[in-house]
């Protein structure tokens, strides 16, 4: 079976479907999207750490990184031989090459050629993951930030205020606008309620856009969700496990309270206006704890730029993998 040099990668805000999108597509005989994991982006932060892995100590090294750090970064939730891993890593002389073994090895074990992964975070690194991935195809799902937020208030992994949650689901639209209008070709956006309501319809132009023919098994995901989702992350992912339903869509309006409502439509009434969300205009003053916040998430994300683009300069190595 030969590879397909096209991965498909889900992204977006959490709590947008990204999880139901990965099922869909799961279930088509030609694509296997795994659990989703930590790695890719661990590795990518410490890439010059690692250095060149032509040099077969830099390889040793990150490869023992990987199978150290398995727990930590849930590689060990995609249920591979790690063995056989090991072995095809040995071979690797690039960083991209690392990462794409894993997600390759996913589909080699489920007999299916279109490989990738789902991570929301991914998000916030597209020019990365193109840098990785060369030919990849991005799809980033949107969902009403108020669901959004309210979904994430209940998350006990979600350890950030609503105001934070409020930013982040804006940087995530902003970051999918800029890479729609960069990346054309390979990056696709579609709202989350849109799939509800219109499966077949959403789910054949994914397919258009994947190159992939239609298949309607992919509507009876939540049948195979029990055993597509790690046993830990069953709590929070219950929806999975039942035929799509309309019920939760609008349910932020009904969880936030009016001045969470109210904050949310001044933080990112524009964007939420721009998907057509539904908004009642308000306009509110800005308090002292939400600049706090709003200092705080930018300072990140500008340092994270910083710290990204001086590795850059001084990671001189190939990173993309290499085609089959």
Known sequence: MKLSNHPIFIVGCERSGTTMLRLMLNE??????????KFSR???????????????????????W???????TKLIDLKLDLGRLEELWKKCVTLGDITATVFQ?????????????????????????IKLYPDARIIHIIRDGRDCVASLK????????????????????????????????????????????????????????????????MLTFHLSADKNIPDYKKTWHYKTYKPLSEEFIGKG?????????????????????????????????????YLRVWLKFYFSVGVERVVDRLIDFFYYHPIAYKKK
């Open 28 to 37: 088509h005989s030609n694509i296997a999207l795994p659990p989703q994991t």
């Open 42 to 64: 661990k590795l990518y932060k410490r890439r010059l750490l690692f250095g060149g892995l032509r040099k077969s100590k830099n390889a040793h090294k990150i490869i023992q």
């Open 66 to 72: 990987m199978l150290q750090k398995k727990s930590n």
């Open 105 to 129: 090895q996913y589909s080699v074990v489920r007999n299916k050629s279109r490989w990738g992964d789902k991570r929301p975070y991914y998000i916030r690194y597209i020019p990365q993951l």
């Open 154 to 217: 209940r998350m006990p992994w979600w350890r950030k205020n609503v105001m934070y949650s409020m930013l982040n689901w804006r940087h995530s639209v902003r970051m999918g606008s800029i890479a729609a209008r960069v990346y054309k070709n390979q990056f696709m956006e579609v709202r989350y309620e849109d799939i509800i309501r219109q499966p077949e319809a959403q789910l054949r132009e994914i397919c258009d856009f994947l190159n992939e023919p239609y298949e309607p098994e």
């Open 253 to 289: 309006k009904e969880q936030l309270s009016e001045s969470e409502l109210n904050r949310m439509e001044w933080c990112a009434g524009r964007e939420l206006s721009h998907w057509n969300y539904s908004t009642d205009k308000i306009h509110i003053s800005p308090s002292v704890k």
